[in-house]
């Protein structure tokens, strides 16, 4: 009977050596799932950030467009807008009362730096913007067509930049750099788009 026994096959369990070998496992797999959604978070946030900045550029041109005798008033430069630099709504309210062409051109401006701040969404908590771009700065400059007369047809770029969340290498690659926010030790965060046209006023033609 006991030579029976010994032949049957001895069953056994986990030792706790086991399990914390195990558990080591899990959590390392665990940790690198973790790691990589927040990336994949951050990636999507800064893809976000690029596709409005691409929106917001493009709306300014279609501003720009649509007055094309206030060009020379659009025309900042490095004088950048964004960061509530411009303080009140200038007047008149062109949406609601007729305006010559400088006086869109500054509604303009200012309309734009709202939504380059994103002052028309505010957080919940009353903790200022949650629409805009990161420390958003918007630039427009005006290149008359001088070589045919033109004072108001000519090349329009439209530069926007803001705050990336990863210190990699300074977007403006030692070209245009649009307002001065970002210190030296900072510019590899800065982030840029430019869109560019040709604007023809057709009075001059």
Known sequence: MSAVRDRLPRSRGFTLFEVLIAFFIISIGLVGVVSL???SKAAQHQAVQ???AVTLADQMLEMIRGNPRGVVRYN???SAVGGGSI???PTPNCISAACDPNQMAAHDLWSWEQALDG???TAADGGGTSAGLIQPRGCVVFTPDT?????RTGTVDVVIQWRGLQDTSDATGGGFVCGDDF????????RQVILSTYVVDEMEL
């Open 183 to 190: 210190a030296a030790a900072d510019v590899g965060f800065r």
């Open 87 to 89: 303080a009140d709504q």
């Open 147 to 151: 070589a045919n007369g033109k004072a």
């Open 119 to 121: 002052a028309g969404v």
């Open 37 to 39: 959604q927040a990336m």
């Open 50 to 52: 690029r596709s409005r």
């Open 76 to 78: 900042i430069g490095a």
